[in-house]
């Protein structure tokens, strides 16, 4: 059945199937992930659990795209969707390539990007837009992907590779 | 639970906002986004309050929806106008401690907050009254120039919408999930906020397997219906530019290139 990976419609399907796995996550699990307060910091962190499939990129070639454009549909639910839509998608595009070039070394350090150019990306448009101090946002930023990717991205990386979830990039 | 997020924020009016070309809508939206922070005036501040309005009126759309719309950004533009009064230099106003309120600050604290009022207010209005698909189909317009350079934009409109399409179909997947595996025990809703998160792993997993499974599907339905790509594709609604829209389009982007020029030469 996986023979035909080079065809273009199941890489289509797979790319539009992730990007819709992203986007429910952002918009449906919006009831289930929370904005916390830090005491000292000025700014809530809110977690974005569908920044948890960046650690799809280490499964499927389909992955980098269908995050980047999950993204980029997710924000047509924001209601500051322009910028977010060129900010965020771009943040995304970055993290997903950098974790790509990185896939082969340990998983944490893996994973870092995904963090960093949220964080850089967000922190961008913040100040950009809402005149937010770049260090704070920064920080939030951070600490909610940093939550997200290692509490959340990890346990859903070991708990795929246990299941035998199918890996693009290993010969079976 | 889950069931009750609507899908996008389209509302369906007969109106001549709703029947502009989608691509009309796109670039409007971006042209207003960059020129509303190169307006520096509270005459230009009026025409963008008139202009914003007057669409809202052609819309048709209730003004209590929009309004709606701005409550989950509220507290971020409180910040803004907070920080903003607090942290600029100035002559000061009044003094207390460390606070300090400035005139500069409290000029530029009304002034962020208005631009972003404005800009998400106007913003909202392209997802409002333009449904996902047709905004799909306006992006593959504006991308269709760009295949001279390989940008694939036929496959990013289909993938788009395909991906639109399913979000439904694994909301309710992702409830039945859900349900299925607080039958099994599985406690979502209390502990730190690690638990919770961690939490999510039963969900997700099962979630993965049988949307790949969907897709492997869907793959085998479009190769056995002949699906290659967009030569020799045919559409059902074809966009078309009217007279409406060069207009809009003209004004739009001369106002724009007016204020760059103002912005650079001044």
Same mark, same amino acid.
């Given at each position: 059945?996986?023979?035909?990976?080079?065809?273009?419609?199941?890489?289509?399907?797979?790319?539009? &199937?992730?990007?819709?796995?992203?986007?429910?996550?952002?918009?449906?699990?919006?009831?289930?992930?929370?904005?916390? $307060?830090?005491?000292?910091?000025? &700014?809530? &962190?809110?977690? /974005?659990?569908?920044?948890?499939?960046?650690?799809?990129?280490?499964? /499927?070639?389909?992955?980098?795209?269908?995050?980047?454009?999950?993204?980029?549909?997710? $924000?047509?639910?924001?209601?500051?969707?322009?910028?977010?839509?060129?900010?965020?998608?771009?943040?995304?595009?970055?993290?997903?390539?950098?974790?790509? /070039?990185?896939? $082969? &070394?340990?998983?944490?350090?893996?994973?870092? %990007?995904?963090?960093?150019?949220?964080?850089?990306?967000?922190?961008?448009?913040?100040?950009?837009?809402?005149?937010? %101090?770049?260090?704070?946002?920064?920080?939030?930023?951070?600490?909610?992907?940093?939550?997200?990717?290692?509490?959340?991205?990890? %346990?859903?990386?070991?708990?795929?590779? /246990?299941?035998?979830?199918?890996?693009?990039?290993? $010969?079976? | 639970?889950?069931?009750?997020?609507?899908?996008?924020?389209?509302?369906?009016?007969?109106?001549?906002?709703? #029947?502009?070309?989608?691509?009309?809508?796109?670039?409007?939206?971006?042209?207003?986004?960059?020129?509303?922070?190169?307006?520096?005036?509270?005459?230009?501040?009026? @025409?963008?309050?008139?202009?914003?309005?007057?669409?809202?009126?052609?819309?048709?759309?209730?003004?209590?929806?929009?309004?709606?719309?701005? #409550?989950?950004?509220?507290?971020?533009?409180?910040?803004?106008?907070?920080?903003?009064?607090?942290?600029?230099?100035?002559? +000061?106003?009044?003094?207390?401690?460390?606070?300090?309120?400035?005139?500069?600050?409290?000029?530029?604290?009304?002034?962020?907050?208005?631009?972003?009022?404005?800009?998400?207010? @106007?913003?909202?209005?392209?997802?409002?009254?333009?449904?996902?698909?047709?905004?799909?189909?306006?992006?593959?317009?504006?991308?269709?120039?760009?295949?001279? @350079?390989?940008?694939?934009?036929?496959?990013?409109?289909?993938?788009?919408?395909?991906?639109?399409?399913?979000?439904?179909?694994?909301?309710?997947?992702?409830?039945?999930?859900?349900?299925?595996?607080?039958?099994?025990?599985?406690?979502?809703?209390?502990?730190?906020?690690?638990?919770?998160?961690?939490?999510?792993?039963?969900?997700?997993?099962?979630? @993965?397997?049988? +949307?790949?499974?969907?897709?492997?599907?869907?793959?085998?339905?479009?190769?056995?219906?002949?699906?290659?790509?967009?030569?020799?594709?045919?559409?059902? #609604?074809?966009?078309?530019?009217?007279?409406?829209?060069?207009?809009?389009?003209?004004?739009?982007?001369?106002?724009?290139?007016?204020?760059?020029?103002? #912005?650079?030469?001044?």
């Amino acid at each position: 059945m996986d023979l035909n990976f080079k065809s273009n419609s199941k890489y289509l399907a797979e790319v539009a &199937i992730i990007a819709s796995i992203y986007v429910i996550l952002t918009i449906s699990l919006g009831a289930l992930s929370f904005g916390i $307060n830090v005491p000292f910091l000025p &700014i809530p &962190i809110q977690l /974005r659990i569908s920044e948890a499939l960046l650690v799809l990129v280490l499964f /499927r070639k389909s992955a980098p795209a269908g995050l980047v454009l999950g993204c980029f549909i997710a $924000n047509f639910w924001s209601p500051f969707m322009m910028p977010d839509m060129i900010f965020g998608t771009l943040g995304s595009a970055l993290a997903v390539y950098g974790i790509y /070039r990185l896939k $082969n &070394i340990n998983i944490f350090i893996t994973l870092t %990007p995904g963090v960093f150019f949220n964080a850089l990306l967000v922190a961008l448009e913040l100040k950009i837009f809402f005149k937010i %101090p770049f260090f704070w946002s920064g920080v939030a930023v951070a600490i909610g992907q940093t939550l997200v990717i290692y509490v959340l991205g990890i %346990p859903l990386y070991y708990a795929l590779k /246990r299941i035998g979830f199918k890996n693009d990039y290993e $010969n079976v | 639970m889950i069931k009750d997020i609507t899908i996008g924020q389209y509302i369906y009016k007969d109106s001549v906002v709703h #029947k502009l070309d989608p691509r009309t809508k796109i670039l409007a939206s971006m042209f207003f986004m960059f020129g509303i922070f190169l307006i520096n005036n509270i005459t230009e501040y009026i @025409f963008v309050f008139l202009l914003t309005a007057i669409t809202i009126y052609l819309s048709q759309i209730p003004v209590m929806k929009i309004i709606k719309g701005l #409550k989950p950004i509220f507290p971020l533009m409180m910040l803004t106008v907070i920080m903003n009064m607090f942290f600029t230099q100035g002559a +000061a106003i009044f003094h207390w401690a460390f606070i300090n309120i400035t005139r500069e600050g409290i000029y530029l604290a009304g002034f962020m907050g208005i631009r972003i009022f404005f800009l998400i207010i @106007f913003t909202s209005l392209l997802t409002l009254t333009t449904s996902p698909i047709t905004l799909t189909n306006g992006i593959e317009g504006l991308l269709t120039p760009l295949k001279r @350079f390989k940008v694939p934009s036929h496959e990013i409109a289909m993938m788009m919408s395909i991906a639109l399409r399913f979000i439904p179909t694994l909301i309710d997947e992702t409830d039945k999930i859900m349900k299925a595996q607080k039958a099994r025990g599985a406690d979502f809703e209390s502990g730190n906020i690690i638990k919770r998160t961690k939490s999510l792993v039963p969900i997700l997993i099962p979630l @993965f397997i049988s +949307a790949f499974t969907r897709a492997d599907e869907l793959a085998m339905a479009m190769e056995a219906r002949g699906y290659r790509g967009d030569e020799g594709r045919t559409r059902f #609604k074809e966009l078309k530019y009217r007279n409406i829209d060069r207009i809009i389009l003209t004004i739009f982007a001369f106002v724009l290139v007016f204020l760059i020029i103002r #912005k650079i030469a001044f």
